[in-house]
């Protein structure tokens, strides 16, 4: 049975990091892309992140750009976001998800081609 188990979140102050974790359980990692999102209160699911099957591609929507980097460890099967810089608007729960196929796909932001979720960790950014 797939499982996707996301970690690491809570609060931090703008300008903080924090690193979140996304542990697989029932599939290799390494056989699909993996991408994370977040949703904040009152806003739409945003597509964070992407990261390809051998970690070679990695995508990100433009206000995450140069602060966050996705990164894997096959060999414990976990994906990560490093999130450095964090702003207020940073604020959301973020998941992470597993597509149908096996590629992040041409509208991985958009989250449509991906099947299998996790419930999410919260991040607060506040002073």
């Known amino acids: 049975q797939v499982q996707l188990v996301e970690s690491g979140g809570g609060l931090v102050q703008p300008g903080g990091s924090l690193r979140l974790s996304c542990a697989a359980s029932g599939f290799a990692v390494d056989d699909y892309a993996i991408g994370w999102f977040r949703q904040a209160p009152g806003k739409e699911r945003e597509g964070v992140s992407c990261?390809?099957?051998?970690?070679?591609?990695?995508f990100y929507t433009d206000t995450v750009k140069g602060r966050f980097t996705i990164s894997r460890d096959n060999a414990k099967n976990t994906v990560y976001l490093q999130m450095n810089s964090l702003k207020p608007e940073d604020t959301a729960i973020y998941l992470c998800?597993?597509?149908?196929?096996?590629?992040?796909?041409?509208?991985?932001?958009?989250?449509?081609?991906?099947?299998?979720w996790g419930q999410g960790t919260q991040v607060t950014v506040s002073s």
């Open positions: 998800a597993k597509p149908r196929g096996w590629t992040c796909g041409s509208s991985w932001w958009s989250g449509i081609g991906f099947g299998s």
């Open positions: 990261i390809s099957t051998s970690g070679d591609s990695t």
